[in-house]
């Protein structure tokens, strides 16, 4: 069964440093997405995407996020310069026809 | 941001008995429903939905119950197995594809043998 794949599963940068989380969607997809979930907290939407731009994207996602989707395949979320505060499991998402998102396992993140 | 609630952080259920996952929202502009589990260090994998027009959605032994007028939605799992034991989140989102979606806090569920 097709499956949303991130990588890496955990990264672990210096506060300030740039980082990129890579996610490849289910193929033929058409909407993406990133959200985060911090330690004891909700999942939350970060941004969402179609169409080579964003549609959507929330509070959290300030001038320090960006997403690309680079090539065919792959969906990046970068970070310019990671704060103590960025530290999450991320999750990327892709949705097709059925108005149903699904979820890759997620990339770990600790800034220190 | 409450707009999406379970109020029960933890249930635990005897194997091969009925699990009534329990999910309250307050936006009513919401109109699609969609349930989750996850398990620890993986991502949150898809199980239900439902749409704002239906009152029911039923897969194996998932079903997914709404209630408009409540603003209330469950999920009953008939019947429960241990490996069923997960974190299940209930989502919402407003208005078809590209759209965020909006989680309650989860509720950890333990299925006993």
């Known amino acids: 069964e097709p499956e949303v794949t991130q990588t890496p599963s955990h990264q672990v940068t210096q506060m300030g440093q740039e980082v990129i989380l890579r996610c490849v969607p289910i193929?033929?997809?058409?909407?993406f997405y990133w959200y985060r979930q911090i330690l004891g907290q909700k999942v939350e939407f970060l941004v969402s995407?179609?169409?080579?731009?964003?549609?959507?994207k929330s509070e959290i996602f300030d001038d320090q996020f960006s997403v690309e989707r680079p090539d065919g395949s792959n969906f990046t979320l970068k970070i310019r310069s990671t704060k103590l505060e960025d530290s999450a499991m991320y999750f990327c998402?892709?949705?097709?026809?059925?108005?149903?998102?699904?979820f890759g396992p997620g990339t770990r993140l600790l800034v220190l | 941001d409450q707009q999406v609630k379970q109020n029960s952080p933890s249930l635990s259920v005897q194997e091969g008995r009925i699990s009534i996952l329990n999910c309250d929202y307050t936006?009513?502009?919401?109109?699609?429903f969609l349930w989750y589990k996850k398990y620890p260090a993986e991502g949150p994998t898809f199980l239900i939905s439902?749409?704002?027009?239906?009152d029911k959605n039923e897969d194996g032994r998932f079903t997914v119950f709404l209630n408009k007028s409540a603003k209330h939605l469950s999920l009953h799992i008939v019947p429960s197995q241990p490996g069923d034991s997960a974190v299940y989140f209930c989502?919402?989102?407003?208005?078809?594809?590209?759209?965020?979606?909006?989680f309650g806090s989860g509720t950890q569920l333990t299925v006993l043998p």
């Open positions: 998402a892709s949705e097709g026809f059925k108005e149903t998102q699904y």
């Open positions: 193929s033929n997809h058409l909407y």
């Open positions: 995407f179609y169409n080579n731009e964003i549609s959507e």
């Open positions: 936006n009513s502009m919401f109109d699609y």
């Open positions: 439902i749409s704002s027009i239906k």
């Open positions: 989502a919402a989102s407003v208005g078809g594809s590209a759209r965020q979606l909006t």
